[in-house]
């Protein structure tokens, strides 16, 4: 399929409103086209600054603004983290995500970001990050660091977003994304469904992911979990074939793409989940926590991919494998 960026609304909204079956079935005909149809890319999502953000971000239990009873946190020492690091390797975990609860890092923290980025890139585990806005400065050092991944989400349409954050504007959103990709990085950017909003707003967002200038490459799509104390803590449940939906176009219009499953997979069944990815994720969570929000444990997909004959992206090789192997061939 040819890779397109100039998807237009009515296009989009044509694929998501056709018969349910029909856009799963497209949507798995273009994943096996540019993906290994059996294959899942697993990333581990680790908290390195809990809670307190100034943001107003109104589904997130770590913003100060709301009383959802987390318990913040201090940034946690790198030393920890590399151990998280090497867990996550262990596990078969590809990728390895470092969230913290910050509106943009600042200098003094730029030291610490930059140290944990290289000694996780040491493993030879993939890097992500998710620290906030960033400014071509700080997203350059961290490509110079080894950072392989930033992760900044759009989560909903432009049209919706003033519904849920003050904070920031959507046009701030993008401009962190241009400067990610300004440094050389890949960009993972998605949104959240069951925020309240519309099918028209979920069309919406897949339109400005798709038409962006370079499709980001990992693109998960998030299910709202609603948290006690904030906003949205009591907002109706989206039904799971509007997320599915959701997913089968994002799969469609972006289909170089990894689809992932994120917050929310924990209260699906497997069939629900068997059923995302036949619509084209193919990439996951794992672990019990997703920042502060519960999450699948590593045992229970691991379950889940050994019932459904799904295979676990390997790693790549560490630097120092690597040079070991150069070593024997020589």
Same mark, same amino acid.
């Given at each position: 399929?040819?890779?397109?960026?100039?998807?237009?609304? *009515?296009?989009?909204? =044509?694929?998501?409103?056709q018969p349910f079956l029909d856009l799963v079935f497209q949507a798995q005909q273009i994943h096996r086209q540019n993906f290994n149809a059996n294959q899942i890319q697993v990333s581990i999502l680790l908290s390195i600054k809990t809670g307190k953000c100034p943001e107003d971000c109104k589904y997130c239990s770590q913003s100060a603004r709301y009383d959802s009873k987390l318990e913040a946190e201090k940034r946690i020492a790198v030393e920890k983290v590399i151990s998280e690091a090497k867990e996550a390797l262990a596990s078969g975990s590809s990728?390895?995500?470092?969230? *913290?609860?910050?509106? =943009?890092?600042h200098e003094r923290d730029m030291p610490y970001v930059l140290e944990m980025v290289r000694e996780v890139k040491a493993l030879g585990l993939e890097t992500c990050m998710t620290l906030g806005m960033l400014n071509q400065s700080q997203a350059e050092r961290l490509k110079d660091a080894g950072l392989d991944y930033y992760n900044h989400n759009l989560d909903t349409s432009r049209e919706y977003y003033s519904?849920?954050?003050?904070?920031?504007?959507?046009?701030?959103r993008l401009n962190t994304l241009e400067y990610v990709r300004g440094a050389g990085m890949k960009v993972?950017?998605?949104?959240?469904?069951?925020?309240?909003e519309d099918t028209a707003d979920r069309i919406g967002l897949l339109l400005e992911l798709a038409t962006l200038p370079i499709h980001p490459e990992s693109v998960p799509i998030n299910m709202l979990v609603p948290i006690e104390g904030t906003p949205l803590a009591d907002v109706e449940k989206l039904?799971?074939?509007?997320?599915i939906r959701t997913i089968a176009v994002a799969r469609i219009i972006m289909p170089k793409s990894?689809?992932?499953?994120?917050?929310?997979?924990?209260?699906?069944?497997?069939?629900?989940?068997?059923l995302a990815f036949m619509a084209g994720a193919n990439s996951i969570f794992s672990g019990e926590k997703l920042l502060t929000t519960p999450n699948v444990a590593q045992g229970k997909d691991q379950q889940l991919f050994q019932k459904l004959g799904l295979t676990v992206e390997k790693p790549k090789p560490s630097i120092a494998e690597l040079t070991l192997d150069a070593m024997s061939v020589a």
């Open positions: 399929m040819e890779l397109r960026h100039d998807w237009t609304r *009515a296009e989009i909204q =044509n694929l998501y409103q990728r390895f995500c470092m969230g *913290a609860a910050w509106r =943009n890092p519904n849920i954050i003050s904070t920031r504007t959507f046009d701030d993972c950017s998605g949104g959240i469904v069951g925020l309240g039904d799971v074939t509007e997320w990894y689809i992932r499953l994120s917050a929310g997979r924990e209260s699906l069944s497997d069939s629900d989940q068997a």
